[in-house]
């Protein structure tokens, strides 16, 4: 015996896109987004003293504020590497959210930071 109505027992489970018909995209575009990363990534000291290096797949969700969550590692480098691009991508600004039929919606975005010694 349920003293609520059905709809207060629904939990909104809001989908989240694959693809949307308007990709979210960094405030800026490609380029101020490569600026930002550079600007903002610490290359580990302990990646530095071993070498190691290679492009961070970086899988999370664009909400329909612009705001980033659920962050992880698609492909990985190492450890310490992993770690420092997942704390940039949780560190960014806003995103401009994706949308569909004219709405934002929630979408979920891979992004490649490369980690080159010079």
């Not at 015996?1 to 960094?26: C, G, H, M, W």
């Not at 420092?84 to 979408?107: C, I, L, T, Y």
């Amino acid at each position: 015996i349920n003293d609520f109505p059905d709809d207060s027992l629904k939990v909104e489970q809001e989908s989240i896109y694959d693809f949307a018909e308007v990709e979210p995209s960094f405030p800026g575009g490609p380029e101020a987004m490569t600026k930002w990363i550079q600007a903002n990534v610490v290359y580990p000291q302990s990646a530095m003293d071993k070498n190691e290096q290679g492009n961070v797949f970086v899988k999370f969700v664009v909400n329909r504020d612009g705001s980033i969550e659920h962050v992880s590692i698609r492909k990985g480098v190492s450890e310490a590497i992993d770690n420092e691009a997942m704390r940039v991508v949780k560190s960014m600004p806003n995103w401009n959210p994706g949308k569909q039929d004219g709405k934002p919606v929630r979408v979920y975005f891979t992004l490649p930071i490369a980690f080159r010694l010079s």
